[in-house]
């Protein structure tokens, strides 16, 4: 017996929109949709905040601070630390030390896996078997070791500090106060500094939570909070994942940019509705592009326009507004 299966209005409608979509890519260059999510997105697509950048960067190397890089949702936290990251073992501090610098990207932690995911990060040697007191011991160890025997000092990343348990925080703690009093009894001058550096990110709500949990490092941290990207940096941002999509990132010009298909005003409308949130940009445009697709399909024209740009900032007006 022959089953006859039927498509549904539903899934028509989806295939419909989809090759309508589909067909707006096609006619700007594009191999896949600019405006799609990436987990850990290509650098090439990073926007940078020089000034900002180098607050941190300073601020790692004179050796007084620890760093808690502080914005919503979607701000660019993440980037941010991530090209500290890059450029932090090419640099020294005031005293000649290179850096061994550690990342954990992972949230929702709780003590052994925080401990486990620092020595990992650090490339720190220990045994699964082993209790988070002993894994967070090998890691001072070895912070002391490079610190005396190949003048490193540790920079530890961490992402989302707050979001992760409680009880990590402590684990934490441990390893901002280092050196401890015994180590410097053991060596002298030669642990006169603090050995690692914090560099720590979240929302306004996870710097409340380190003030309430971790006040004995809150008080030798300073907040920077992640600057709103202005209507030239937006035009970069879009104009980059175009780019990216097109097959063409490794020729970008970021002193030359193109921002087809989308009009300086749209970009300068959607920027203003996302206050300058990367990743309200993204939805926005992602928005954008699903309406001027429908245009394409009826007037020829993939351009994205001012008033595309107005009708979807309109729509997603209260969204964002529960987003933020």
Same mark, same amino acid.
Request: glycine share 4%; with cysteine.
């Given at each position: ?77 993440? @980037? ?224 994205? @326009? ?19």
């Amino acid at each position: 017996m022959t089953i006859a299966i039927h498509e549904s209005a539903l899934i028509r409608h989806f295939n419909t929109r989809k090759e309508t979509l589909r067909a707006w890519e096609e006619k700007i260059g594009c191999r896949f949709s600019p405006f799609r999510g990436f987990k850990m997105p290509d650098s090439r697509l990073y926007i940078e905040h020089p000034d900002f950048l180098d607050s941190i960067v300073d601020l790692v190397l004179t050796n007084e601070r620890h760093i808690f890089i502080r914005g919503p949702v979607g701000s660019g936290k993440s @980037t941010l630390m991530l090209l500290a990251l890059r450029d932090l073992p090419t640099l020294m501090d005031r005293r000649g030390n290179r850096f061994v610098a550690g990342y954990v990207g992972m949230t929702g932690l709780y003590e052994k896996q925080m401990a486990a995911a620092i020595a990992d990060s650090l490339r720190v040697k220990y045994r699964r078997s082993w209790e988070t007191s002993q894994i967070i011991d090998a890691i001072s160890v070895e912070c002391v070791r490079r610190y005396i025997e190949e003048k490193c000092r540790t920079a530890l990343f961490i992402e989302d500090v707050a979001d992760n348990q409680e009880a990590a925080f402590h684990k934490i703690r441990y390893l901002a106060d280092l050196p401890t009093e015994e180590m410097k009894d053991s060596y002298g001058t030669a642990l006169d500094e603090p050995i690692v550096t914090l560099i720590m990110s979240g929302t306004m709500e996870y710097w409340n939570a380190m003030l309430n949990y971790l006040p004995q490092i809150a008080d030798r941290t300073e907040p920077l909070d992640v600057p709103p990207l202005d209507n030239a940096k937006a035009k970069e941002f879009i104009a980059r994942r175009v780019a990216y999509a097109q097959g063409k990132i490794d020729t970008f010009d970021k002193d030359n940019i193109d921002v087809y298909p989308f009009a300086e005003e749209a970009v300068r409308c959607i920027n203003g509705a996302a206050k300058g949130n990367p990743r309200d940009i993204r939805m926005l445009a992602r928005g954008c592009e699903q309406v001027a697709a429908e245009d394409f399909r009826r007037t020829g024209d993939p351009t994205v @326009t001012q008033k595309i740009a107005e009708l979807v900032a309109d729509a997603y007006a209260v969204i964002l507004k529960e987003v933020h």
